[in-house]
């Protein structure tokens, strides 16, 4: 059984009257995407949403709303490598460009742009007035650039990094120090450094960014911090 430490804010584990009570308080939804993919050797294959998910959990406790499950299924990059499989976001590393271990996640756009409709159509039906996401591109860019659109489209306010461009503090690398440090804060036995290269002439392969090896799980605090003061500020400003 989940232990919540504040409050109870998953949606699968809510009971109806639960459910009906966070609502009343404030209808928000939270929706973790991201992917399963090789984040270096250090980190989960499952990083983007377990990141994703940790914020927004304590978004819903602090803020009041309903974490909705995590989607790791998305749009990226792809193409066929010289053997003809398909190599798809991070195996396209141009230091080595090969199949990476743990990748199991994408999908042609259009589908993925069908599911997050198909998720907002049944989200206004149940009642919420927003939906905040988080994770990692391309999903979180597609949310982003379509959300303009669906905003028209849905009775919904939506809130994702797009609406904070250059400020929006967490996962902005990809299995650099941003993200690692995020994890470390979120459940550090999930991390392991000693599985990057020692040798800082060594540039750990499938990883975009500041130098995972300067982790630390205080940085991530602060950057979730950060991330969490933003969408704060947008629920007061939209009223909801």
């Known amino acids: ?127 919420f007035r927003c939906i905040v996401v988080e994770g990692h591109g391309p999903s979180r860019d597609v949310w982003g650039r379509e959300a303009r659109r669906w905003r028209h489209q849905y009775k919904l306010h939506l809130i994702s990094a797009a609406d904070f461009p250059g400020a929006w503090a967490t996962q902005n690398d990809h299995a650099g120090r941003n993200e690692t440090s995020i994890l470390m804060a979120v459940d550090p036995d999930l991390v392991d450094l000693s599985r990057l290269p020692k040798s800082r002439k060594e540039k750990p392969l499938g990883v975009f960014g500041e130098d995972p090896r300067d982790s630390t799980a205080a940085y991530g605090e602060e950057l979730i911090e950060k991330t969490l003061a933003l969408i704060g500020s947008k629920l007061d400003e939209l009223g909801v």
């Not at 009343?24 to 990141?51: C, M, N």
């Not at 141009?94 to 599911?115: M, N, T």
Request: charged residues 20%; without cysteine; glycine residues 12%.
């Open 1 to 127: 059984m989940r232990e919540y430490t504040v409050a109870k804010v998953q949606y699968a584990d809510l009971l109806p009257h639960e459910f009906e009570a966070r609502m009343k308080e404030r209808p928000v939804g939270y929706i973790p995407i991201g992917t399963l993919e090789w984040h270096g050797p250090q980190s989960p294959l499952g990083a983007d949403f377990i990141q994703a998910g940790a914020i927004l959990e304590r978004a819903a406790e602090r803020f009041g709303g309903i974490v909705l499950p995590s989607i790791w299924l998305g749009p990226d990059d792809i193409t066929t490598g010289d053997d003809g499989r398909s190599l798809i976001g991070m195996d396209l590393d141009p230091s080595a460009p090969r199949q990476l271990p743990g990748s199991l996640y994408w999908v042609p756009e259009g589908l993925f742009l069908l599911w997050m409709e198909a998720i907002l159509v049944q989200a206004e039906r149940a009642g």
